[in-house]
């Protein structure tokens, strides 16, 4: 199963409501929880105004990429355009190479 979680900018894909929500970058409303074995989530499209309030599931979700201006490192709050003395790059979607130590002791 697809690893999502609230908050995360979602499409579907690979279910017959895929083309008719083409386009549609949904915002996770709630963590996943289960329905009868399913993985559902809620989740509101910002464009349309469409809200999956009953649910739906995560199989047919995928994951959006945060554009670089909305990239922050969890660990000092560097961004794309706000970079880290020295430089840095993005080794994961909220970690920046400059804290990559720092992560590995808080974790």
């Given at each position: 199963?697809?690893?999502i979680?609230?908050?995360d900018?979602?499409?579907?894909s690979g279910s017959?409501?895929?083309i008719?929500y083409?386009?549609?970058?949904?915002?996770v409303?709630?963590?996943?929880y289960?329905?009868?074995?399913?993985?559902?989530?809620?989740?509101?499209?910002?464009?349309n105004?469409?809200?999956f309030g009953?649910?739906?599931s995560?199989?047919f979700?995928?994951?959006?990429p945060?554009?670089?201006?909305?990239?922050k490192?969890?660990?000092c709050?560097c961004?794309?355009?706000?970079a880290?003395?020295g430089?840095?790059?993005?080794?994961e979607?909220?970690?920046?190479?400059a804290c990559v130590?720092?992560?590995?002791?808080?974790?």
């Amino acid at each position: 199963m697809p690893n999502i979680k609230k908050g995360d900018r979602v499409i579907i894909s690979g279910s017959a409501e895929e083309i008719k929500y083409r386009g549609c970058i949904f915002e996770v409303l709630t963590e996943p929880y289960i329905v009868s074995g399913s993985e559902l989530v809620k989740m509101k499209c910002h464009e349309n105004g469409k809200y999956f309030g009953g649910g739906y599931s995560t199989e047919f979700l995928l994951k959006v990429p945060k554009r670089y201006d909305e990239q922050k490192c969890r660990i000092c709050g560097c961004t794309w355009y706000n970079a880290c003395p020295g430089g840095c790059y993005w080794v994961e979607e909220d970690l920046c190479s400059a804290c990559v130590d720092v992560a590995k002791e808080i974790e």
